[in-house]
T-cell receptor, first 114, second 115 residues
């Protein structure tokens, strides 16, 4: 079945550091890829998405590029802030496989220190 | 901005009791979902619902679970006889478009604690 693998946390960085959170996937068909963020005590919010190969999703300074050749969707940000501290989930939905629900990775807990 | 709402925010129940978790999806959305997140683990898909019937369910969604859209606004998840391992955060989500690549919007979750 479909699966998403992302780097385990916690990831601890200083403010203004460069961020990369790795995400790779296994899926049949042509999945769409998503990054969701979960701030402490809150639900899941869509951060960005990409629906086909080579698409780049971006939002709030975060970017991720859909790389079909490496089956990856790594999340990057050039300069993180304390307010970026949260849990980040990589996810996919696979319309080509007929599946409707999102398949999530385990989440990466990001901690930004001032 | 429209949002998915869920009630209650926290539900505590005794093992073996029935619970109903409630969700109000975004008003013009047509596709509805339940997910769960056991503490410290990943978010897991339970079920999707469209046109008043289940369109997909995971192996987690066994006979103890059921979903219903009792009126034009609510979407509910019922657990018939709760077990300790049902303790988790339950998220409702909805989306508007026929295209499954469109975004699912999540509610804030209901934390279920089974004692």
């Amino acid at each position: 079945g479909d699966s998403v693998t992302q780097m385990e946390g916690p990831v601890t960085l200083s403010e203004e550091a460069f961020l990369t959170i790795n995400c790779t996937y296994t899926a049949t068909g042509y999945p769409s890829l998503f990054w969701y963020v979960q701030y402490p005590g809150e639900g899941l919010q869509l951060l960005l998405k990409a629906t086909k190969a080579d698409d780049k999703g971006s939002n709030k300074g975060f970017e991720a590029t859909y790389r079909k050749e490496t089956t990856s969707f790594h999340l990057e940000k050039g300069s993180v802030q304390v307010s970026d501290s949260a849990v980040y989930f990589c996810a996919l939905t696979n319309s080509g496989g007929g599946a409707d629900g999102l398949t999530f990775g385990k989440g990466t807990h990001l901690i930004i220190q001032p | 901005e429209p949002e998915v709402t869920q009630t209650p925010s926290h539900q505590v129940t005794q093992m073996g009791q029935e619970v109903i978790l409630r969700c109000v999806p975004i008003s013009n959305h047509l596709y509805f979902y339940w997910y769960r997140q056991i503490l410290g683990q990943k978010v897991e898909f339970l079920v999707s619902f469209y046109n008043n019937e289940i369109s997909e369910k995971s192996e987690i969604f066994d006979d103890q679970f059921s979903v219903e859209r009792p009126d034009g606004s609510n979407f509910t998840l019922k657990i018939r006889s709760t077990k300790l391992e049902d303790s988790a955060m339950y998220f409702c989500a909805s989306r508007s478009e026929l295209n499954p690549r469109s975004t699912q919007y999540f509610g804030p979750g209901t934390r279920l604690t089974v004692l």
